[in-house]
């Protein structure tokens, strides 16, 4: 349960341990959340992560949840919420496509960044709806609205999944749940390694802070950096040539 | 769910959304209780509670004034139902000669809730808590089955102070104070510090039933008044009258509660009162100064109120004078701020009454930099092996709650056998891990 300053004090972060996920479960361990739950592939980087979040003091405990297998999606995350009201989920699977057609490869993109993220994110949403409180992150892009030459696969798995998220805010309201769709540009990560950032490019640290700004304040759309919702009304050229 | 009610407690914060039902009669709670669905069932009572412990987010809330029957008074003995709250009790019970053991701040409490807070008052040092002067209650366990609990049974302790999760408490026998009249003789004392405060109230509560001291924490001394009261013997009528149940002032501007007009009230208040009087008080006046004006708590915003009570042990003086001072420093600023000295503890394994220092601050929920602070409060109160108080808590840091109560690891493992499914649910029990 969240307490009266409106702190979450548990955690799940669907889709493991990106780097954006950890920066703000870090951010988040530090004032109230004590029990985190990482559903995603085991990996080393997965143990990694669990063995900082644990160092901070939280209780970690993991999930094996792939994005890929849909059917198991409502088992795996609904073992979570069984076991203890769930706070703050974020939804944060995020696999970068390539410039090359690949149609599987493409399909894969798809599958990661807009099914799967999509399918776990109703089986939160509907958890959610029955514990009655709850906030949920989606985390979108920028590049949702404004597929660009290099990662349209990516942008348009990616508006999907913001297009749906948007409806399930409206599809939650009044239910007690917080829908927030988090829409960062550029970030400088592991998953974005190699690739030459644009003028605006930002950190994970910076959209964990903006997470944890929007929780506080119920927002329902976070763009990071914030000026990223002005810079939707310029034409797309200008916006491409920005932020990448 | 059939009846969705946002529920908050007194501090209006942390709402969530239950179904609430009002149950009409003791048999109506049985069926509730066995198919309570799936996230649990609690007792409410007139949400006086500040922070989460009446709330159940998705599940069931009963909300308990339906039952609210009054047996006859035997031998200074009264068998009430647990929605009854003890305004009613008072007046149907005044005017014959008998007072509640305990009362606290407000008399807007039901039995049922006093029980499961064992609520203290200002006789504490004198006479305990509730707990202290139930004889027998009835509590409704998981299993559908009611017993009658007396204070040689184990369970009887988890249930006092436990918050309604052990069960529904639909019944209580309650021992009654004796009283001669409806007034109060009221002994005040100015003190310029907080350790004349803390001197003054020492003696008082050697001399006198019923203690407590306000204390100025926007001044620098920490300067306060301490009354010392009992109640009067004879002369005057016994009838029972309070004043003020209008509606909440709600056209008061939500800016009028800040450092500033508190520090104003606060010297006001201070600078009125006489060195030292004694005066003659009705019951009312003297013992629910919060009952003056209905739903003062709205006075607070939509934001609500943060209540912070503790208690630390007899010889942590300077851990108490340390809080008060980082509460100053911090211009957080407490608009009623109560020190009491508490006696010997009921028993109750989540009672919070402990022989110590107790004392009650609140502050707006907006008040910068609160959170802060209230956890730095929480780990000088676990330090000095105090405790925060359950029924006004709605921020502790789970960890803490086994060093302030060690008797939670039994509490816990009593609650899972009396309740295996654990039926009984609330945001408190969530958030706490109870």
Known sequence: MKNAFGEPQSLLLVGGASDIAMATAMRLVRRRVRRVILAGRPSPARDAAAARLAEAGATVETADFDAFRVEEHAKVIGDVFAEGDVDVALVACGLLGDADLDPLKAADVAMVNYVGAMTAAIVCADAMRRQTHGALVVFSSVSAGRPSGSDFLYASAKSGLDAFARGLTEALRGSGVHVMVVRPGFVRSRLTRGVTPPAIATSPETVAGAVLDGLRAKSEIVWVPGILGQLTRLPGSVVRRITG | MANKTILTGWGRTSPSVAELLRPGAEAELTPLVLAPGGRGVIARGLGRSYGDPAQNAGGLVLDMTGLAAIGPVRDGYVTVEAGVSLHRLMRELVPEGWFPPVTPATRQVTVGGAVAADIHGRNHHADGSFGNHVTALDLLGADGVTRTLTPGDPDFWATVGGMGLTGVITKATIRLTPIETS?????????????????????????????????????????????????????????????????????????????????????????????????VR????????????????????????????????????????????????????????????????????????????????DFPTTTKGLAWLLDRLDELVAEAGGRVYLAKDSRLRPELLPVMYPALAAFRERRRELDPRLVFQSDLARRLSL
């Open chain 2, 183 to 279: 007034r109060m003789i009221v002994n005040t004392w100015k003190c310029p510090d907080l350790e004349s405060v803390m001197t003054r109230l020492t003696q008082a509560d050697l001399a006198h039933r019923y203690t407590a001291a306000w204390v100025d924490c926007l001044s620098r001394q920490g300067r306060g008044v301490v009354e010392g009261a009992d109640h009067a013997r004879q002369g005057a009528a016994r009838s029972f009258r309070a004043r003020g149940f209008e509606a909440g002032p709600g056209f008061l501007p939500v800016g009028l509660l800040n450092r500033h007009t508190m520090g104003l009230v606060n010297r006001g208040l201070y600078a009125t009162t006489k060195r030292e009087s004694v005066q």
């Open chain 2, 282 to 361: 009705p019951l009312a006046s003297f013992f629910h100064p919060l009952d003056r004006v209905g739903h003062w708590n709205r006075l607070y915003g939509p934001r609500g109120l943060v209540q912070y009570q503790f208690v630390v042990p007899m010889g942590a003086e300077q851990t108490l004078m340390k809080i008060v001072e980082r509460i100053r420093r911090s211009h957080a600023a407490s608009f009623q701020t109560v020190l009491k000295r508490f006696g010997p503890g009921s028993g109750g394994w989540l009672s919070f009454p402990t022989p110590g220092w107790s004392l009650s601050l």
